[in-house]
Structure formats: structure tokens, C-alpha cells
């Protein structure tokens, strides 16, 4: 929450859950959810699962998007050959954060 300069009414606002959570969780009367864990790493991208879990990596990540399947697991729904007869050499997909990340065959 310091990282973003964060209120916990603000940090509870924006990943979705009620301001009674953070405060409970804070004041550890609850451990954080698995639910909760995962919605501050969805919209946090740079909070890394490990690192929140069990303090392994590090804070912020270096790399803000990791795409969770391989390119392989889309070739099926992904064609590989236009009506041209031109083949794809590589797909290139850029984030709103400015990020991106290249896909070669």
C-alpha cells in the first residue's frame, strides 16, 4: 500500500473487497484469503505471488506481465497460415503499462 501511496480504504476500494478486510488482516485477527491474495496480484501487477506468500523474489517484480499459457497451447485457435500463403514469424503484444511480450515460433 506505501508503494502506491494507498489509504487501506483506497487499497481495499480498488482490488474489490470491503475496508473491514484490510483492517482485519492488518491488525492480524485474519490471514489474507487465497481469493484475496490473487485479486491484489491481478491488479497489481507488480506484487509477485511468491513474493507476497512466503517473501521469496522480490518487490516490486521486474517483469510486470508473465503470460500464464505458452503460445503453443493457442496454435489450435491461432492460424498459422493467412489466405496469402504467408506464415507468422512472431506475435508481438503490447500492454497498456508499456510492456510487451514477443512470441516466436
Known amino acids: 500500500m506505501e508503494t502506491h501511496q494507498l489509504t ?19 491488525s492480524g485477527r485474519n490471514k489474507p484469503s487465497l481469493d484475496f491474495i490473487l485479486k491484489v496480484t491481478g491488479v497489481f501487477l507488480d506484487v509477485d505471488i511468491h513474493w507476497l506468500l512466503n517473501g521469496i ?15 503453443e497451447s493457442h496454435t489450435t485457435t491461432l492460424p498459422l497460415i ?9 506475435i508481438v503484444v503490447f500492454y497498456e503499462d508499456g510492456t510487451f511480450d514477443e512470441y516466436q515460433k
Open 82 to 90: 493467412d489466405n496469402s500463403g504467408k506464415k507468422i514469424k512472431r
Open 8 to 26: 487501506a480504504s483506497l487499497f481495499a476500494d480498488k482490488i474489490g473487497v470491503q475496508r473491514s478486510s484490510i483492517s482485519h488482516i492488518l
Open 57 to 71: 523474489g522480490e518487490f516490486p517484480k521486474k517483469t510486470l506481465h508473465t503470460p500464464t499459457l505458452p503460445l
